[in-house]
């Protein structure tokens, strides 16, 4: 991690951890691909891993020009953006601004070992801003060992020969990386009441059922969980059922010989000219339409 620092107390290290791995991409050749395809809306300029980092800290008064995304696997240690703190332990994700004054060191006690990159380019404050936790600087990850073979990956990249195709590969990686993040942050937890109502109403795309019903089936308020799902998905518990059965209707018009009777019955349509024109308000088409159109 580059980029000048603050004067800090010797036993402050910036980097020189035992069994570290450390990739710069000297700043040439970062000009040179946020001039081509591709690698000008997102380019990996620094990446890294830091094992059990004890001393670990760096203070930049004037931001870095990348913005930076640190995750933190075990643990801990802060984050701080002026008047703000950040306390990251295992499965926190966080993302600095570029140009954003900040400093960041291990706890004394259980100093962390985090994963990190510097990202530039057209797309980097979308992809680890907006996207990255709706907005919020941190985020707590649930599907960690999806994150940190991402994160391997694309250190790996690096650490071959930095030619153009090796840092457009870097490019793509760290895409996937970032959206995995964003993703992830969104996504209900394996057993809570919102995975839960998902599950339940996936079970039966051919069925009803009301948002106070389903709420008291997973044990709590019909407008917490409405909220809940507009958070996770967009829209509440009703629209995210439709979309499981549009899916599920897409799919046998694809593979199936069904009639649009037989289709609309069997994702909880009794009435096959309101299934119709439910799914053209969805997709501009009717099912008719729809099945005739080429793919593949």
């Known amino acids: ?72 696997v ?35 006690e259980d100093p962390w070992t985090i994963w990190w990159l510097h990202v530039r380019g057209t797309d980097a404050a979308e992809l680890t801003g907006t996207l990255l936790g709706n907005g919020q600087p941190m985020v707590r990850l649930r599907s960690l060992d999806r994150v940190i073979a991402l994160f391997d990956e694309l250190v790996s990249l ?12 870097a490019s793509g990686v760290a895409w996937n990386l970032l959206t995995r993040i964003a993703a992830d942050s969104v996504l209900p937890a394996d057993g809570s009441p919102l995975e839960r109502a998902m599950r339940y109403l996936e079970a039966r795309v051919d069925g009803s059922i009301q948002v106070a019903e ?17 958070q996770a998905t967009g829209g509440g518990p009703g629209a995210f059922h439709t979309s499981l059965k549009m899916a599920r209707a897409r799919s046998l018009l694809d593979t199936t010989n069904l009639t649009v009777a037989e289709v609309a019955a069997a994702v909880g349509y009794a009435d096959p000219l309101y299934f119709s024109r439910h799914f053209r308000r969805v997709h501009g088409v009717n099912p008719t339409t729809y099945r005739a159109h080429h793919k593949g």
């Not at 069994?19 to 809306?41: G, Y």
């Open 214 to 230: 389903l709420a008291s089936i997973v044990g709590m308020s019909p407008s917490h969980l409405s909220a809940l799902f507009r």
């Open 74 to 108: 075990a643990g801990a240690g802060t984050v701080r953006m002026g008047a703000d703190s950040h306390a990251l332990s295992p499965g926190s994700c966080l993302a600095i601004p570029a140009h954003r004054p900040h400093e960041y060191q291990a706890s004394f």
């Open 1 to 72: 991690m580059d980029e000048t620092v603050m004067h800090t107390p010797p036993h402050y290290r910036m980097d020189g951890f035992e069994h570290q791995r450390l990739c710069v991409i000297p700043r040439p050749q970062v000009e040179a691909a946020l001039d081509r395809p591709v690698t000008r809306r997102l380019m990996v300029t620094d990446a890294g891993y830091f094992p059990a980092a004890s001393g670990h800290r760096r203070v930049r008064s004037r931001g870095a020009n990348e913005t930076i995304v640190i995750l933190c």
């Open 158 to 169: 690096m650490e071959r020969r930095l030619s153009p195709a090796q840092l457009l590969a």
